[in-house]
């Protein structure tokens, strides 16, 4: 087939990651007999540098255009003036908001090779396997923020509509039909006005549509704390944008290391746009440290849920077991042992593609 990736490199170690994925994708176009094209595109401080905003027309005509988006990471100390009228970040909003990417899927799952690299015990993290659903255009991060009183008060809105949470939980909830069954739910309903209605919306959409799946509500805070002491016992996890940003970040932490988890950001039609969970880590930009796998990891995501090549995507998979499994680790998951840079671990993924079969 014929596909088009839209590349979004970004800041820090954005591009260097970037472009481990592409030459992952080049290799899987190349093994599977697909012809995969790839254009890229400014966004974050380097288009705020280059174009004076953070997400250029261009930008976001391309990626529109694309069967698939790849974006590396955004921000860094050079743009963080809290003052500055554009910041990298904005540019990340306004493109999953102008392409309706309201759904982020980001799974946790632990690898057995990295259990050593982590902070938690093995018997704690062993056989994880949980997908979470963040909601990913709506909550604090697009109500809007008001300032009075010169400066002295600020207030960050977080807003919810039912619409916008029915469609999140539904599409949990599908997830959950194909895997064990159970979705948990997170809010903090005994606070905020947001998590009554997330929290009844839930409810309702689970009871009526849904009675075949296992499902649960749970506070935000307990939740933190139940993801560091029996994270096995979940499996689809369904959250407001700033409670998924908090708590994926947590996660990331039961493999081992950020470097190692992907997401998705979907909408109801259009392409999806697939990123590392991780940031642009300024402090190890340039140094050829980076761990490209959550970013190869993710344009596996792309080869699924945007191209529907799933034996292509299970493909990359494999092939990082195989990088793994044959103890090749970038520097955040070598616990003290052995490391290769970058671009070495992309060439192992890349090799071990040639050696896995579909
Ligand atoms: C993420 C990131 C972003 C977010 C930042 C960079 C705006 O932390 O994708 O999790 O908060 O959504
Ligand atoms: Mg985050």
């Not at 999140?168 to 606070?191: C, F, P, Q, Y």
Request: hydrophobic letters at 45%.
């Amino acid at each position: 087939m014929e596909a088009r990736f839209a590349l979004l490199p970004g800041d820090g170690i954005g591009p260097e990651v970037i472009s481990e994925a592409r030459r992952v994708l080049e290799a899987v176009a190349d093994v599977a007999g697909h012809r995969f094209s790839f254009t890229e595109y400014a966004i974050g401080g380097c288009a705020i540098d280059d174009h004076g905003v953070a997400l250029p027309e261009a930008t976001l005509e391309g990626a529109r255009s694309a069967d698939a988006i790849l974006l590396g990471a955004v921000g860094g100390p050079r743009w963080s003036d809290p003052l500055a009228s554009s910041r990298p970040e904005d540019g990340l909003l306004a493109i999953r908001s102008e392409l309706g990417l309201f759904a982020n899927v980001r799974p946790v799952r632990t690898q057995p090779q990295l259990a050593d690299a982590a902070p938690r015990k093995r018997e704690i993290i062993e056989d994880v396997d949980s997908l979470f659903f963040r909601e990913l255009t709506g909550g604090i991060y697009f109500g809007g923020s008001t300032t009075t009183s010169e400066g002295a008060t600020v207030a960050d809105h977080m807003r919810s509509s039912v619409h916008e949470i029915e469609r999140i939980v539904r599409l949990a909830a599908e997830a959950a039909r194909h895997r064990r069954g159970e979705l948990t739910s997170v809010d903090k309903a005994n606070v905020l006005a947001v998590s009554r209605l997330w929290r009844s919306v839930a409810d309702r959409v689970m009871s009526e549509e849904f009675p075949d799946v296992e499902f649960e509500t749970v506070l935000v805070d307990a939740m933190a704390m139940h993801l560091l002491s029996r994270p096995r016992d979940f499996d689809v996890v369904v959250t407001g944008n700033l409670f998924g940003d908090i708590l994926t970040d947590e996660a990331s932490m039961l493999p081992g290391s950020m470097g190692m988890l992907a997401s998705a950001s979907l909408g109801a039609s259009g392409p999806g746009l697939f990123e590392p969970i991780h940031g642009s880590a300024p402090d190890i930009a340039g140094t050829g440290t980076a761990n490209p796998l959550a970013m190869i990891l993710a344009a596996a995501m792309a080869l699924e849920h945007s191209l529907g090549l799933t034996d292509e995507s299970i493909r990359i998979h494999r092939a990082v077991d195989v990088v793994l499994d044959a103890g090749i680790r970038t520097p955040d998951i070598a616990a003290g042992g052995p490391v290769v840079s970058t671009v070495e671990m992309g060439t192992a993924v890349v090799e071990a593609l040639d050696r896995t079969t579909s």
